[in-house]
């Protein structure tokens, strides 16, 4: 129920990082937020839509109401029960789009917050960091990206089937400090949609208890021994089935295993995710990459979202 309409001239701004899904084996449960953001901007009008979009997207991404970052706004004000008669909304994308690091969730969460923002404006209370996470995956239908994105660092989440719906949670998990971030970002894209639908319907018994050894395994790996990522980083449901849809990744990430090196399809790819104790990629991994069109780049931990509208950020 809308409570207040905003004048024009209030403003909010939000920041958001990129994310990593899976992880290897923690298929559609874990994730981790790096160190790439995306900032939104917002400004009520009297009236219309205006959205403005700079870096990556320009010129491909729509520039009406079916934009996500817009969608996600609109729901975030009916969230906190707020309405504007007109919008300018402006994207400083830095996330690469369908390469495998949440670019949708960073849209999603982005807006939402945007949305937070403003309500603080109108003695809303804002959507707490529980209910960004509900709502971001109700967007994408799962909680993986969108909770990373939200919390920031590496998280575990979860999703509890109720009559009403599904039911999105996560928490966050402690990363070794010893753990150094490699994203490897390819000029190829991919559509999470398209490559799911190589993933087979039903796995076996055998590849389902090997999967949730390693996700076990990963936790472990993730926040005590990180010597043990190699191993926990190995998958059963995902990696392969995706790798006829995308075989530089596929063929760079047997590279990096062959090196040593815990790496991982990012989400849905093509991007590969490596995990190291390292402070630089083994000589072989990093010629590969550059010789295949990647772009290797040492990332840090994302930070949760966080938004401001000119009194005070939160997050």
Same mark, same amino acid.
């Given at each position: 129920?809308?409570?207040?309409?905003?004048?024009?001239?209030?403003?909010?701004?939000?920041?958001?990082?990129?994310?990593?899904?899976?992880?290897?084996?923690?298929?559609?449960?874990?994730?981790?937020?790096?160190?790439?953001?995306?900032?939104?901007?917002?400004?009520?009008?009297?009236?219309?839509?205006?959205?403005?979009?700079? !870096?990556?997207?320009?010129?491909?991404?729509?520039?009406?109401?079916?934009?996500?970052?817009?969608?996600?706004? @609109?729901?975030?004000?009916?969230?906190?029960?707020?309405?504007?008669?007109?919008?300018?909304?402006?994207?400083?994308?830095?996330?690469?789009?369908?390469?495998?690091?949440?670019?949708?969730?960073?849209?999603?969460?982005? !807006?939402?917050?945007?949305?937070?923002?403003?309500?603080?404006?109108?003695?809303?209370?804002? *959507?707490?960091?529980?209910?960004?996470? @509900?709502?971001?995956?109700?967007?994408?239908?799962?909680?993986?990206?969108?909770?990373?994105?939200?919390? !920031?660092?590496?998280?575990?989440?979860?999703?509890?089937?109720?009559?009403?719906?599904?039911?999105?949670?996560?928490? @966050?998990?402690?990363?070794?400090?010893?753990?150094?971030?490699?994203?490897?970002?390819?000029?190829?894209?991919?559509?999470?949609?398209?490559?799911?639908?190589?993933?087979?319907?039903?796995?076996?018994?055998?590849?389902?208890?090997?999967?949730?050894?390693?996700?076990?395994?990963?936790?472990?790996?993730?926040?005590?021994?990180?010597?043990?990522?190699?191993?926990?980083?190995?998958?059963?449901? &995902?990696?392969?089935?995706?790798?006829?849809?995308?075989?530089?990744?596929?063929?760079?990430?047997?590279?990096?295993?062959?090196?040593?090196?815990?790496?991982?399809?990012?989400?849905?790819?093509?991007?590969?995710?490596?995990?190291?104790?390292?402070?630089?990629?083994?000589?072989?991994?990093?010629?590969?990459?550059?010789?295949?069109?990647?772009?290797?780049?040492? *990332?840090?931990?994302? &930070?949760?979202?966080?938004?401001?509208?000119?009194?005070?950020?939160?997050?």
């Amino acid at each position: 129920m809308v409570t207040r309409t905003l004048p024009p001239g209030v403003s909010a701004t939000a920041e958001v990082a990129a994310s990593s899904a899976n992880l290897g084996p923690g298929f559609d449960s874990l994730g981790l937020a790096v160190g790439l953001y995306d900032e939104i901007s917002v400004e009520t009008t009297e009236s219309g839509l205006v959205v403005e979009v700079e !870096g990556e997207g320009v010129g491909q991404v729509p520039l009406d109401e079916s934009h996500l970052v817009v969608r996600a706004i @609109q729901r975030g004000l009916r969230e906190n029960g707020i309405d504007t008669p007109g919008l300018i909304v402006r994207c400083r994308n830095r996330i690469p789009h369908s390469r495998g690091l949440g670019s949708s969730a960073a849209a999603v969460v982005g !807006g939402l917050a945007a949305a937070n923002g403003l309500a603080m404006q109108a003695d809303s209370t804002p *959507m707490s960091a529980e209910r960004l996470v @509900q709502v971001s995956s109700e967007f994408e239908g799962h909680p993986d990206n969108a909770a990373a994105a939200v919390l !920031g660092g590496a998280v575990v989440s979860w999703t509890e089937n109720r009559g009403d719906g599904p039911r999105y949670a996560a928490v @966050q998990i402690r990363l070794h400090p010893a753990i150094t971030v490699f994203a490897a970002i390819p000029q190829v894209r991919s559509s999470t949609a398209e490559t799911r639908v190589l993933l087979p319907e039903h796995v076996s018994h055998a590849d389902a208890s090997f999967n949730v050894s390693r996700a076990a395994l990963l936790i472990v790996a993730l926040t005590e021994r990180p010597d043990l990522l190699l191993a926990a980083t190995e998958d059963a449901l &995902h990696q392969s089935q995706r790798a006829p849809a995308m075989p530089a990744s596929a063929e760079y990430l047997a590279v990096l295993r062959r090196c040593g090196v815990a790496g991982v399809l990012s989400g849905a790819g093509p991007s590969v995710l490596a995990l190291s104790t390292e402070a630089e990629l083994p000589v072989e991994a990093a010629e590969f990459g550059s010789r295949n069109g990647f772009e290797i780049v040492r *990332m840090s931990v994302g &930070h949760g979202v966080t938004w401001s509208s000119g009194v005070a950020a939160k997050s």
